[in-house]
């Protein structure tokens, strides 16, 4: 059965992960030697101590490659087999072509479909119920996902209120057939009357590029961040919900909670309305900050590496952003 919109969708499975962040850490007493902020603002306000800064000529693809790379060395097949490329991301290398495509390119995925997947930082997860859908629905056999972004070119490093949260990064899974059953269930949402909340205004065909957009930082992100913080707060808690719902399951049967890393208090938040103990909830925002798309894979990497998930545990990850997007998948973990 393959839910769309919402459900349960069995036989696929995350069979292989890489990830890759930027050498440079930017403190946030980095940031307060050129903005009027500090450590204990950022700290208390949000987790985040730390992020990673990309270089001035890196870009989302070449973060994504580095991580595709590494997942298909952990994985049983090369990337000239791969049937599919979507990349996740809001900070694309260009408006166009699809950084997909440049990632596919670099890769050598000569017989691969490519494009990009755009919702907002719930773009990974979305990524991943197209993969898993391609995958039973018996069209394709090994799908690459990636969450791939450098932020800290979309953001305006004058204001206090945005460039604080974010950081670079890339992850990658394979997505592949199975046949012991392996369940996912997903739950896609979207409100577009909160677009304005969380937006960049200027360079696309409502607003293009002109001197006046580029002097008033028009292509820089926007974020009514005390409107995106009450919305997250409420929609990962009902989405999650729905999911478990679904599968039949509770927290309970839940080993660990992955939701995207934006704020502390709103995973927090999420985590106690859900009634989750601490343990069962991971996060690692204090050392990369938002790095939006790429949150989700880097925890899994780093849980995964620290046997916080292991085989056989049941995942559940949360995603919202931009759109304003929301979705959530449940499955088990077989790494
Ligand atoms: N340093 C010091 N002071 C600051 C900073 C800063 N970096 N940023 C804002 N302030 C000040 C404000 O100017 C304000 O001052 P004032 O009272 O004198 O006007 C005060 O701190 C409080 O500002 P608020 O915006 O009310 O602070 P809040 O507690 O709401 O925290 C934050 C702001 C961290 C942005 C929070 O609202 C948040 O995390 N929202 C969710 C954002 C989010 O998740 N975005 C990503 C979504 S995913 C995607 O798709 C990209």
């Given at each position: ?8 969708v ?13 050498e ?8 307060a ?44 097949i ?29 890769l ?21 119920a ?6 039973a ?11 791939a972004?450098v ?91 729905k ?7 509770t ?11 934006a704020?502390?208090?709103i ?43 292991k ?14 997007t ?10």
């Amino acid at each position: 059965m393959i839910g769309l919109k919402r459900g349960l969708v069995k036989g696929a499975r995350i069979s292989a992960l890489g990830v890759h962040v930027p050498e440079r850490v930017l403190t946030n007493d980095d940031i307060a030697q050129f903005l009027d902020t500090s450590d204990e603002w950022i700290t208390t306000r949000t987790g985040i101590r730390e992020r990673r800064i990309a270089r001035v000529d890196e870009a989302a693809s070449d973060l994504a490659v580095a991580a595709a790379e590494r997942c298909l060395a952990a994985s049983d097949i090369e990337a000239c087999d791969l049937d599919l490329v979507i990349v996740t991301t809001i900070s694309p290398d260009h408006l166009m072509p699809a950084t997909a495509s440049i990632v596919a390119d670099r890769l050598g995925a000569r017989r691969a479909g490519a494009f990009d997947v755009q919702a907002g930082c719930t773009g990974f997860v979305y990524g991943l119920a197209i993969a898993t859908a391609f995958v039973a629905a018996s069209i394709y056999e090994h799908v690459l996902v990636l969450g791939a972004e450098v932020l800290s070119k979309m953001v305006d490093w004058e204001d206090r209120g945005t460039c604080v949260l974010f950081g670079d990064g890339a992850g990658a899974v394979l997505v592949q057939p199975t046949d012991n059953g392996s369940i996912f269930s997903f739950d896609l949402g979207n409100d577009g009357s909160g677009a304005q909340y969380l937006s960049v205004p200027a360079g696309g065909s409502r607003l293009p590029a002109t001197y006046a957009t580029v002097r008033d930082h028009d292509h820089a992100m926007h974020m009514v961040g005390s409107e995106v913080f009450k919305f997250a707060t409420r929609t990962v808690t009902e989405s999650c919900e729905k999911v478990l719902d679904d599968a039949g399951l509770t927290v309970e049967d839940v080993d660990l909670f992955v939701p995207h890393q934006a704020n502390i208090r709103i995973i927090e938040s999420a985590a106690r309305r859900l009634g989750f103990t601490d343990g069962q909830v991971f996060s690692n925002l204090d050392r990369y900050g938002n790095t939006s798309c790429a949150s989700i894979p880097l925890c899994l990497h780093e849980a995964s590496e620290n046997g916080r998930l292991k085989k056989g545990d049941m995942l559940l990850m949360a995603g919202f952003g931009a759109g304003l997007t929301w979705g959530s998948c449940l499955t088990k973990w077989e790494l």
